[in-house]
C-alpha cells in the first residue's frame, strides 16, 4: 500500500502534464517582481531553505527550473541544478550559470553523477508533482548522489492541513493550475513515511511558511518583519508546506 495519504494519489486517468508549456523563467521573473503575494512567497521559501545551506559545500538542486534558487546561494557554495525541462535549464544558464553554478538536463531515472558527489541536495516542491514510484525512485538517486552523512532538504505542500483550500484559491485567480500539476499528495505523516522507506534517517519534517507572505501588498519591508517575529507555535501548527531534513545513512 502506498504512504501516499489515502485517497489523494494520483489519478491514473490524468494525462500527463506538459512543463515544457511553461513559459521558460516564468517562476524567476516572479521571483524578480519584488511585488506581491506570489513574489514575497518565493522569497521567503527560498530563504528558509538556503540557510541551512553549509558555506563550501556541494549542493545539488533538483527540479530546479529556471535557476532562481541557486541564482541566490553564495557563500563559496558549489551549486549544480538539474530539471527535465530543457527550456527552463537553458534559460537557467543563461541567467545563473558561473563557475560555482552549473545546470543539466536530466532524463527521468538515474542521476547523471557519481556515488557520494554531493553533501547537500534540495528540492523544492517537486515530489507532488511525480507519482509515488517515480518518487521512490527520485530518492534513491538522490539518496545515492549524497555522501554518507549528507543531507537532503525537501519541500512539499501540506495536503493535511489548510494547503488544499489555498490551491484551490490559486487555481482561480493565477495563470497557472496546479490541480494539473500536483498528482500526489502528502501530509506530515506520510511524507516522513515516504522519506524512511527510501532508506533516509533520521528524517524530520515540520510545517513552514504560514502568514507572513500575505502581508506583502501592504508593504514589502512589513511582510519580512513579520516573518521575524511570527509565533513558531502557529507556523509549525498550521503551515502551508511541509519542510523535511533527511539525512543519508
Not at 502581508?215 to 518583519?225: C, F, I, K, N, V
Not at 517575529?229 to 501548527?237: A, F, G, S
Amino acid at each position: 500500500m502506498s504512504d501516499v495519504h489515502a485517497g489523494l494519489g494520483p489519478d491514473p486517468n490524468a494525462a500527463a502534464f506538459d512543463y515544457d508549456t511553461i513559459e521558460a523563467g516564468y517562476y524567476d521573473r516572479i521571483f524578480h517582481r519584488h511585488g506581491g503575494i506570489q513574489s514575497k512567497w518565493h522569497h521567503h521559501k527560498f530563504a528558509y531553505i538556503r540557510e541551512r545551506i553549509r558555506p563550501g559545500s556541494r549542493h545539488l538542486d533538483i527540479g530546479c527550473g529556471p535557476g532562481t534558487f541557486v541564482g541566490t546561494i553564495g557563500n563559496g557554495v558549489q551549486s549544480t541544478g538539474v530539471d527535465i525541462a530543457a527550456p527552463q535549464i537553458h534559460y537557467a544558464r543563461a541567467n545563473y550559470g558561473s563557475d560555482r553554478k552549473s545546470f543539466e538536463i536530466v532524463r527521468p531515472g538515474e542521476l547523471p553523477f557519481p556515488d557520494s558527489s554531493f553533501d547537500i541536495a534540495t528540492s523544492v516542491e517537486l515530489l507532488e508533482h511525480l507519482t509515488p514510484d517515480d518518487g521512490q525512485n527520485l530518492l534513491a538517486e538522490a539518496k545515492r548522489v549524497l555522501a554518507p552523512g549528507g543531507t537532503l532538504y525537501l519541500t512539499t505542500p501540506d495536503y493535511g492541513g489548510a494547503w488544499p483550500l489555498l490551491e484551490k484559491l490559486l487555481n482561480r485567480v493565477g495563470t497557472v493550475s496546479y490541480e494539473e500539476q500536483h498528482i500526489t499528495h502528502f501530509t506530515l505523516e506520510s511524507l516522513r513515511s515516504f522519506l524512511e522507506r527510501a532508506g533516509f534517517g533520521p528524517v524530520t519534517v515540520e510545517r513552514y511558511q504560514l502568514l507572513s507572505p500575505f502581508l506583502a501588498p501592504l508593504g514589502w519591508e512589513l511582510a519580512d518583519r513579520f516573518a521575524r517575529i511570527e509565533p513558531r507555535w502557529l507556523t509549525v501548527r498550521f503551515g502551508f508546506l511541509l519542510f523535511v531534513t533527511a539525512t543519508s545513512r
